[in-house]
């Protein structure tokens, strides 16, 4: 099957510092890649679709200044999230659209993301 | 827009088997999905139905689809300490994403 593959799986950064997070299709291109965070003993709340070569669309409440996604390659879509605070502590993950027939998602690994 | 819902915990003996439902409320989804999310971890894509189908066994899964009733769900036979997880429903929306249900915690007790 296909691999997303997410750095880091874990981080930890003072209150005030950016903080990037990459997601990789290892073995197949991903026009689109989304964004989730997940909130500990609840599901997944997507943020954004990030579009190869365009602007992320995002989700209503989701503040585009704070959690910027650039996808410049049909690899690689990159989230930072910009002057964090500890409410921004939280695990993303990141999933990208296989090339099978059933539109499965396949997800990376997920990043916990801790602010001091 | 989509509503998906699970029940919140399930706890099964070692051994037993384990059943995982849930409810949906899109009558034109294609296909449907489990995956499986252990502590720490992203989510695994378990296995997948497609509409037209009511039963699909793939080694120790069976998943059951009731398209009049919209119930998913999904049996894990001989149920493991490993099956031990968090374990999500989901289905495609307009949006070419997934809309995911609330999750159920399965909890074997060896």
């Known amino acids: 099957g296909a691999v997303v593959s997410q750095h880091p799986s874990w981080v930890i950064c003072k209150s005030g510092t950016s903080v990037k997070i990459e997601c990789r299709s290892l073995?197949?291109?991903?026009?689109?890649m989304f964004w989730y965070r997940q909130f500990p003993k609840q599901s997944l709340m997507l943020m954004a679709t990030?579009?190869?070569?365009?602007?992320?669309?995002?989700e209503q409440g989701v503040e585009k200044d704070k959690f910027l996604i650039n996808h410049a390659s049909l690899t690689l879509s990159t989230l930072t999230v910009t002057s964090a605070h500890p409410e921004d502590s939280s695990f993303y993950i990141c999933?990208?659209?296989?090339?099978?027939?059933?539109?499965?998602?396949?997800f990376g690994e997920g990043s916990r993301l801790t602010v001091l | 827009g989509e509503d998906v819902e699970q029940s919140l915990f399930l706890s099964v003996r070692e051994g037993d088997s384990s059943v995982i439902n849930c409810t949906y409320t899109d009558s034109s989804s294609t296909y449907l999905y489990w995956y499986k999310q252990e502590p720490g971890a992203g989510l695994q894509l378990l296995t997948y139905i497609f509409s037209n189908m009511d039963m699909k066994q793939d080694q120790r899964l069976t998943v059951l689809l009731n398209k009049k009733d919209k119930h998913l769900s999904l049996r894990i036979a001989d149920t493991q300490t490993g099956d031990s997880a968090i374990y999500f429903c989901?289905?495609?929306?307009?949006?070419?994403?997934?809309?995911f249900g609330t999750g159920t915690r399965l909890t074997v007790i060896p």
């Open positions: 073995d197949f291109q991903a026009t689109t």
């Open positions: 989901a289905g495609p929306t307009g949006a070419n994403n997934l809309f």
């Open positions: 999933s990208a659209r296989g090339f099978g027939g059933a539109g499965e998602l396949f």
């Open positions: 990030s579009n190869e070569g365009s602007k992320a669309t995002y």
